[in-house]
């Protein structure tokens, strides 16, 4: 009798609990799933059935499988769930909605218990199509500063320019998209004073139309110099208070607008001083603000493979998309950065994210050149996504380069097994990319892809220009001959001076190369020749970055150090006798030189100037 009523006892507690489990995965998940643990333990503690171990499991995986479909956010989350069996970093809250934003928090951290809002963690469904209504009018200059007297016209011929010649390099902004959403979020509705659209989406953000017009406007200051005098002098002011509201809560088009801030505010306060440049000095403005981007990528979760969230449905395959090309843009502007500035990158890590896909829709959308500019290239499909795929695998290898030769624990112990491993790797990336050859496309984001390219090679192979790697000499004047015929394409299909500020790098590669060769040569006068039109090239491009003026005058003060001597060397010392070469020696330790970027545009001693301050 005692076996019967511990069987009917057993059997009482079975049915309660599958009650519980069914009433907690159709709802009220959180407290009754925690109970319903503890329960079960206690219950597997007291018996000594073989099956209880495999039914607490079982309970145990539908306990999981609940908590990831109630789509009750993480207030519906067990303690121990929170606390312990949950360790893999997927908890999202999302904020602003429209605009896509996904903020996560690991195990770590208090969040994670509970959320601070009642947003749920589930996908969103689709963002409806903007429809205007009748008597709708589009206002926009709403997020522009308000004593700002611009026309639409130009407001919209300066996005044009960033459209065509900034924004395709590692798709900086989706251009279409961001139009569109632009229309949306700042759309008037004078029928119903009480509609408010979004604020911001996943593509577009006050902070970043902001950014793109300065850009825009930057590259064609010279037809407006009034206009952009008076942009830079209320852009600070304006759009710190846009930074601010916009990194309370970052959204994705928030992280693209970090980063185009930070180049604004680099230009912004080298562009602004007496003489322009500051004399060579260097502003580290816009470099430290570019970390707000790094730190809005983890924020954000950006850095977590988030394919198992797709599945679980708590995002949709086309946000994890949008997510996955943001990371891929702050990594390749954070490799290409660090590769500029001569230093490490602020992003530690890959990890494991999906490349950037290819998306044919997107490759054929034709790529324009402003009104008034070239047009030979006008309706080419732009083959955007195929670039920023190819681009994105290119930072990887930049990465490999900047950790191989250049990092802090590669001092001193530069081995040439290592640079023919880095020179095939590069080789194979160089072979797998179909945007060739170069000429057959000559959009800008392609033709600073491929010279990239050929300056990463001389990154690779200049410091042992006259060591016992003799290939690696034939490496660098391949890859500047290379690079120079593609600023001559840019030039003929474009003008190198509304190219990309990046494009300043490969320039200054390929100058340095060509005097090296010279110093090294001086009876090969077409380096000489083409190391002179490199500098008319850094001068074309300066009319629109006063940084490349600085580089100009960095190059032109290596040939007038160096050069001068060569002759009279060359006079008293024949060939072959000892003597000869000396400047050349000195000229590749300066240019091997471990720092080689603070030589390049070294620091000047800090001066207090209490009138550049500004007042708020």
């Known amino acids: 009798m005692q076996t019967i009523?511990?069987?009917?006892?057993?059997?009482?507690?079975?049915?309660?609990?599958?009650?519980?489990?069914?009433?907690?995965?159709?709802?009220?998940?959180g407290g009754e799933l925690s109970v319903l643990g503890a329960e079960l333990e206690q219950h597997g503690a007291s018996s000594n059935d073989h099956e209880t171990p495999d039914a607490?499991?079982?309970v145990r995986e539908a306990f999981?499988?609940?908590?990831?479909?109630?789509g009750d956010?993480?207030?519906?989350?067990?303690?121990?769930?929170?606390?312990?069996?949950?360790?893999?970093?997927?908890?999202?809250?999302?904020?602003?909605?429209?605009?896509g934003g996904l903020v996560q928090f690991?195990?770590?951290?208090?969040?994670?218990?509970?959320?601070?809002?009642?947003?749920?963690?589930?996908?969103l469904p689709p963002?409806?199509?903007?429809?205007?209504?009748?008597?709708?009018?589009?206002?926009?200059?709403?997020?522009?500063?308000?004593?700002?007297?611009?026309?639409?016209?130009t407001h919209d011929a300066a996005l044009d320019y960033f459209a065509a010649y900034y924004a395709p390099w590692g798709v900086t902004v989706d251009v279409p998209a961001f139009l569109a959403d632009l229309d949306t979020c700042n759309l008037a509705r004078p029928a119903d004073p009480t509609w408010a659209g979004p604020c911001r989406t996943t593509h577009y953000s006050p902070l970043l139309h902001n950014s793109a017009l300065f850009l825009g406007l930057h590259m064609i200051r010279d037809q407006r110099p009034g206009l952009m005098a008076k942009l830079q002098s209320v852009f600070l002011q304006h759009c710190t208070v846009l930074l601010l509201a916009e990194c309370d809560q970052t959204a994705l088009s928030s992280l693209r607008a970090y980063n185009l801030f930070a180049n604004c505010m680099h230009f912004l306060r080298s562009s602004t001083q007496d003489p322009p440049g500051g004399k060579g000095r260097q502003f580290a403005t816009g470099f430290l603000l570019s970390g707000i981007a790094i730190a809005g990528l983890h924020s954000l979760g950006l850095n977590i493979n988030s394919e198992a969230f797709v599945s679980r449905g708590r995002i949709t395959e086309r946000e994890r998309r949008l997510r996955d090309d943001a990371f891929w843009n702050v990594y390749m502007q954070d490799t290409l950065r660090a590769v500029a500035a001569g230093r490490q990158?602020?992003?530690?890590?890959?990890?494991?994210?999906?490349?950037?896909?290819?998306?044919?829709?997107?490759?054929?959308?034709?790529?324009?050149?402003?009104?008034?500019?070239g047009q030979l290239c006008t309706g080419q499909p732009s083959m955007r996504s195929t670039c920023f795929?190819?681009?994105?695998?290119?930072?990887?290898?930049?990465?490999?380069?900047?950790?191989?030769?250049?990092?802090?624990?590669?001092?001193?112990?530069?081995?040439?097994?290592?640079?023919?491993?880095?020179?095939?790797?590069?080789?194979?990336?160089?072979?797998?990319?179909?945007?060739?050859?170069?000429?057959?496309?000559?959009?800008?984001?392609?033709?600073?892809l491929h010279m990239y390219y050929h300056e990463l090679l001389i990154f690779v192979h200049r410091p042992f220009y006259r060591s016992s790697l003799r290939a690696s000499a034939g490496y660098c004047d391949e890859a500047a001959v290379a690079i120079f015929e593609l600023l001559q394409l840019y030039q003929r299909f474009h003008d190198v001076r509304y190219a990309h500020h990046n494009l300043l790098n490969p320039i200054f590669a390929a100058a340095t190369v060509f005097l090296l060769h010279s110093v090294g040569a001086p009876g090969d006068t077409d380096s000489l020749q083409r190391f002179e039109q490199c500098l008319d090239f850094m001068s074309q491009h300066a009319l629109t970055w006063t940084e490349a003026a600085a580089a100009k005058d960095i190059l032109a003060a290596l040939k007038t150090e160096y050069m001068p001597h060569l002759a009279d060397e060359a006079a008293a010392f024949p060939p072959g006798e000892p003597g000869a070469g000396t400047h050349f020696d000195d000229l590749q330790d300066w240019l091997s030189a471990e720092n080689f970027g603070g030589l390049a545009i070294p620091d000047q001693p800090f001066l207090w100037d209490p009138s550049s301050l500004v007042t708020f």
């Open 56 to 58: 607490l499991s079982v």
């Open 345 to 373: 990158p602020m992003l530690p890590e890959q990890a494991a994210i999906s490349l950037p896909l290819i998306d044919p829709a997107a490759d054929a959308v034709p790529w324009r050149a402003p009104a008034g500019e």
């Open 389 to 448: 795929h190819w681009t994105a695998r290119f930072a990887v290898e930049c990465r490999a380069v900047l950790e191989t030769i250049y990092s802090p624990r590669a001092r001193g112990r530069r081995h040439e097994a290592a640079v023919d491993k880095i020179t095939a790797r590069l080789k194979t990336w160089f072979r797998g990319l179909p945007l060739q050859p170069a000429a057959a496309m000559p959009l800008p984001h392609i033709l600073m």
């Open 64 to 70: 999981s499988d609940a908590n990831s479909n109630t």
């Open 127 to 153: 963002v409806p199509a903007f429809a205007p209504l009748p008597g709708d009018w589009v206002d926009w200059s709403r997020n522009l500063p308000a004593t700002l007297d611009i026309t639409r016209a």
């Open 73 to 99: 956010g993480d207030a519906s989350l067990s303690l121990a769930g929170s606390l312990g069996e949950r360790n893999d970093y997927d908890q999202f809250q999302r904020v602003e909605e429209e605009a």
């Open 106 to 123: 690991g195990p770590t951290s208090l969040w994670t218990c509970r959320s601070p809002n009642a947003s749920t963690g589930a996908a």
């Open 5 to 29: 009523r511990d069987l009917k006892t057993r059997m009482e507690r079975a049915e309660k609990l599958i009650e519980r489990l069914v009433q907690a995965t159709f709802g009220e998940a």
